[in-house]
């Protein structure tokens, strides 16, 4: 199969992730060998078609979009329009659905962009994961040893063997029900590191809509 990345980890099982570009990347353990992984990705061939398919149907990706005065781009799921004026100090302000951004040269729009999706990452994630992780505590006594927002740059979380959870921090741009599902999506390899069908079991007793919140992750984060 063309336009397929292989990513090898110390990770128990293959996984297939689909990128908005249309791309593969199959995520496998070390001893996987190459016919098991051909093998997967022959055995589910109609699966990856339909998913490229699917994406080639949507607009254009957000992820491809310019940062140029009257562009949309997203926060918190709603699509907010770029007003750019040269100003004589940067900033960055949002006012319903428009964000003005100020700035001394037209090329510091996209790093005053990036730094103002971190500072409301870093304000608002706290906040909607917070009672994730707490029902999750109440149902089944586990609760993360650290959460962290980083920039990454395949995946949406993260979960380590020690119970550390990561959370990309590009969730911002995503509805609220997309930053909650990433968390217990995560939450729940903290009882089941893999993705079996136990695994996909819990998640649904602790979140029943997920696989809805999973398709809408993928629209808005395409």
């Known amino acids: 199969m063309n336009n397929v990345t292989l990513v ?24 996987a060998s190459n016919k098991q992984i051909e093998d997967l990705l022959n055995k589910r061939k109609d699966w990856i078609l339909k998913h490229k398919n699917n994406f080639e149907k949507m607009s ?41 951004i100020g700035c001394t040269d037209e090329a510091m729009v996209k790093p005053l962009m990036e730094q103002w999706y971190v500072k409301n990452a870093n304000e608002l994630m706290p906040e909607i994961i917070s009672p994730v992780v707490q ?54 390899h903290l009882l089941e590191m893999n993705h079996s069908k136990s695994y996909y079991a819990l998640l649904t007793e602790f979140m029943p809509d997920w696989k809805k919140r999973k398709v809408d992750l993928e629209y808005f984060m395409r």
């Open 135 to 188: 029902k999750f505590k109440n149902s089944y006594q586990r609760s993360p040893a650290k959460i962290s927002l980083k920039s990454m740059k395949s995946r949406w979380g993260s979960c380590s063997s020690r119970g550390n959870i990561s959370m990309n921090i590009k969730l911002i741009k995503s509805p609220k029900s997309c930053i909650e599902y990433v968390m217990a999506h995560e939450l729940c």
């Open 8 to 31: 090898r980890s110390s990770r128990k099982s293959i996984s297939i992730i689909i990128q908005p570009d249309g791309s593969v990347v199959v995520r496998a353990p070390h001893r």
């Open 60 to 100: 254009p990706a957000y992820s491809s979009r310019e940062f140029v005065d009257g562009e949309k781009h997203l926060f918190m799921g709603r699509e907010c329009t770029l007003r750019i004026r040269l100003e004589s100090a940067n900033s960055v302000i949002k006012t319903g659905d428009i964000i003005d």
